[in-house]
C-alpha cells in the first residue's frame, strides 16, 4: 500500500514538472514520456493518452524481465502519470525557459527517483534501464542519460538546437536526481547465516540473477551447523533477499555490508 502511494505521488510530481515547466517550452523530458511530450505538441493529442498507448509495449517486457511485483507498480505510475498529465493544465510558472530547464529536470528527476525507489518504474525507457543496469555496473540514471540522446537530436531537428540544447540540460538533471535517489546501482554484500542454507539456495538461484558462495560452519555458542550464503547484490534486491530468507528461516542471521569494487563476473543472465 505504502508502495503505491509513493508511486502515484511521484507520479503527480513527474506530471506538474512537465506541465508546468516543461511542455510550455517544448521542452521535452527523457524517454517514451518525452515521445508523447513530441507528438503531443505537433498534433491535437493529449499527451496522457499518448504516453499510456506508448508505455503498453514495454509494460509488456517489464512483465518478463522485471517480474510481477515491479511491473505492477509500473502499471500503477503509468496509468497515474497519464491520468494526472490528462487532468493538469499546462501553465506558464516562469517566461524564463533556463529556469523551466533546471527545474523541470530536477523536479521530474525527484519524481523517477521516488518511484525508482520503490520497486517501481515510471515506464518507458526505465524499463530498459533497470533492465541493462541489473546485469552491467552502470547506474540507471547514467543509463538513461545516455539512451536520450536521441531525444536530443529529435528536439533539435524539430524545434531547433537553442530547444535541444534545454532539453539535453533537463535530462542530465533528470539523471543526476535519479541517482542521488535511487542507489540501485550500488553493490553490496550480504552473508546469510542459517541452517536451512539448500531451500534458501534453491529460491534464491531461481529467484535472483546473482551467483551465490556457500560455505559450512557452526554456532560458536550453540555449535549447531550452519550454512553461510555469500551474495553480492544491489540495494534493489536486499529486500527480496531477506524476505525469501525469512520465509525459511525466520532466525536467520544476515549480514549487509557496501561493497567498493566487484572484480570478476557479477551479473548471472
Keep these: 500500500m505504502v508502495k503505491n502511494l509513493m508511486v502515484i505521488i511521484g507520479s503527480l510530481i513527474i506530471a506538474f514538472a512537465f506541465n508546468f515547466f516543461l511542455v510550455p517550452f517544448e521542452i521535452l523530458s527523457s524517454g517514451i514520456s518525452g515521445v508523447a511530450i513530441l507528438i503531443g505538441i505537433l498534433t491535437p493529442f493529449n499527451i496522457g493518452i499518448l504516453n499510456f498507448i506508448l508505455n503498453i509495449p514495454l509494460l509488456i517486457l517489464g512483465y518478463y524481465k522485471l517480474g510481477r511485483e515491479i511491473t505492477i507498480n ?62 552491467s555496473n ?10 536520450n540522446g536521441v531525444i536530443v537530436l529529435i528536439s533539435g531537428y524539430v ?66 551447523s550452519k550454512q553461510i550464503l555469500m551474495m553480492v547484490v544491489t540495494r534493489y534486491e536486499t529486500l527480496q533477499i531477506k524476505q525469501i530468507v525469512r520465509s525459511h528461516d525466520p532466525k536467520a542471521f544476515i549480514n549487509v555490508f557496501e561493497t567498493v569494487e566487484v572484480d570478476g563476473e557479477f551479473a548471472r543472465n
Design 74 to 135: 509500473t502499471l500503477v505510475c503509468v496509468i497515474t502519470l497519464s491520468f494526472f498529465l490528462y487532468i493538469l493544465p499546462v501553465v506558464y510558472l516562469t517566461d524564463n525557459i533556463l529556469l523551466a530547464a533546471i527545474f523541470g529536470g530536477v523536479i521530474s528527476g525527484i519524481g523517477i527517483g521516488m518511484i525508482l525507489k520503490y520497486s517501481g518504474t515510471s515506464g518507458g525507457l526505465d524499463i530498459i534501464a533497470i533492465i541493462i543496469s541489473r546485469t
Design 138 to 147: 552502470v547506474s540507471v540514471g547514467l543509463l538513461l542519460t545516455a539512451m
Design 159 to 224: 524545434f531547433g538546437w537553442d530547444i535541444a540544447l534545454y532539453t539535453l540540460l533537463s535530462i542530465y538533471l533528470t539523471g543526476r536526481m535519479i541517482d542521488k535517489l535511487h542507489t540501485n546501482h550500488i553493490k553490496l554484500t550480504m552473508q546469510i547465516v542459517t541452517t536451512e542454507g539448500e531451500a534458501i539456495r534453491e529460491e534464491l538461484l531461481h529467484s535472483i540473477y546473482r551467483g551465490i558462495t556457500i560455505t559450512e560452519g557452526y554456532g560458536g555458542y550453540t555449535k549447531e
